[in-house]
């Protein structure tokens, strides 16, 4: 059984700086697996800074979807296996199926692989639910959602950091 660490925090919080740092600590062949879709300028660009601070030493795979079937082929085949971010494939899922219980279905399925896993996976996702209660019942769906994916993930996780202003706090 492999390491599963499981980072959460706000936006732009770092967390995804410290989900590298924790995976280059493991290896120096590395898989990103990018849940994002460039569907804007903005997101385009953020696409980039992340690609250009990780450099060559890391290989991207880009799933906006099949999350767990990226992770099972890559699984092996690298040191370490980082995933950014939970939310955005939660995104996609909810987006596509229009269903939120058939999105954690797949949550809940990522979660029973991590145990089987040869290699350590690090799992980067955003703490949605501190703000306020969102207006529309789509962003509070998501919300929900959001929140029972990184309650399964984290009890799955050997370990679990949520970022705060750029400071890592280790809560298991």
């Known amino acids: 059984m492999a390491k599963t ?3 959460t925090g706000g936006a ?7 989900a590298e ?4 600590g493991l290896g120096n062949s590395l898989l990103y697996i990018a849940t994002g879709q460039a569907r804007d300028t903005e997101m385009a660009e953020r696409i980039a800074a992340h690609r250009a601070r990780r450099g060559e030493k890391w290989h991207t795979v880009e ?9 099972r082929e890559a699984d092996g085949r690298f040191e370490a296996i ?3 971010c939970v939310t955005l ?3 996609n899922l ?24 040869e290699k350590p996976v690090i799992l ?18 998501f919300r929900d959602l959001a929140g029972r994916a990184n309650e399964v993930l984290a009890s799955e996780a050997d370990e679990v950091y949520v970022m705060f202003s750029g400071i890592p706090l280790r809560l298991k």
Do not use: Q, Y
Not at 94 to 117: K, Q
């Open 82 to 84: 980082m995933i950014d």
């Open 124 to 141: 980067v996702s955003n703490e949605v639910g501190m703000g306020i209660v969102p207006e529309n019942a789509l962003a509070r769906t």
């Open 12 to 18: 732009r919080s770092g967390k995804s700086r410290l």
């Open 94 to 117: 909810l987006l596509t199926h229009d269903d939120a219980e058939r999105s954690f279905a797949e949550v809940r399925t990522l979660a029973e692989l991590l145990p089987e896993l």
């Open 89 to 91: 494939w939660l995104t």
């Open 21 to 24: 740092e924790i995976a280059e």
């Open 5 to 7: 660490v499981f980072i």
């Open 63 to 71: 799933e906006p979807l099949r999350l767990c079937e990226a992770v």
